[in-house]
């Protein structure tokens, strides 16, 4: 969380301080639930190992995927407003989550300027996350949303000193439909041609992308 969520230094004894307001690390099994739609609010969480997702329901009574998140990243805002979660968290693999009350958090930023101004930058990218979400499913074409998605995981696993090219989807073709606006077979069309482009090699859920230019290009991002 240090280095992901809140990247800004801070001394020993102010991170020393962060750390004690850890108040739980739970383990999770794939498939597990974290929280539901409903349940109060009472903590950020960050993934330390593994990755979640996050759900809605669509007024229709489909499960909607909204967020997909990897070690290091923070969720849980949405019960910020009223003190309710809006969705629920799933694991989708093994996991380890730590949980950070939001009040003390809070009262602790309030004595550390360089903390506060990371929550400050960490509420950002989130506003800026939830735009580009927008784009996404609003303005962008099928294969371009597919594109956009696979070099975010890209950046992402990059930025968390990973392979940036070669990485494994934990969420299946379904939920990667959902969260991107598109049916299940849209999905699996463009997999497959994407692979028979030559821009991807896909073998069950591991990934290979072969042409980062051409996905940046596909996707109306500088090469």
Known sequence: MRELCLPYSLDP????????????????????????????????HAVKLGSTMTTVLAEDGR???????LAGDLFGLDGIDDGHHKGQSIALEDSEVCSVPL??????????????????????REID?????????????????????????????RQRGYSSTE???????????????????TVSRLFSRFQQEGLIQAQGRAVKLLDIRALKQLAGQRA
């Open 103 to 124: 009040d003390r958090l809070e009262e602790l930023s309030r004595h550390v300027p360089a903390l506060q101004h990371n929550l400050h930058r960490f509420l950002s």
């Open 13 to 44: 004894h102010d991170l020393h301080q962060l750390d004690q307001l850890v108040v739980t690390r739970r383990r999770l099994k794939k498939g597990d639930i974290l929280y539901r739609a409903g349940d109060s609010f009472t903590a950020l």
């Open 129 to 157: 996350r939830d735009h580009n979400i927008m784009l996404l499913l609003g303005s962008m074409r099928a294969e371009e949303r597919l594109a956009a998605f696979l070099l975010n995981l890209a950046h992402r696993y």
């Open 167 to 185: 990485f494994v989807l934990r969420m299946t073709r379904e939920e990667i439909g959902s969260f991107l606006g598109l049916k299940l077979e």
């Open 63 to 69: 499960e909607q995927v909204c967020g997909y998140h």
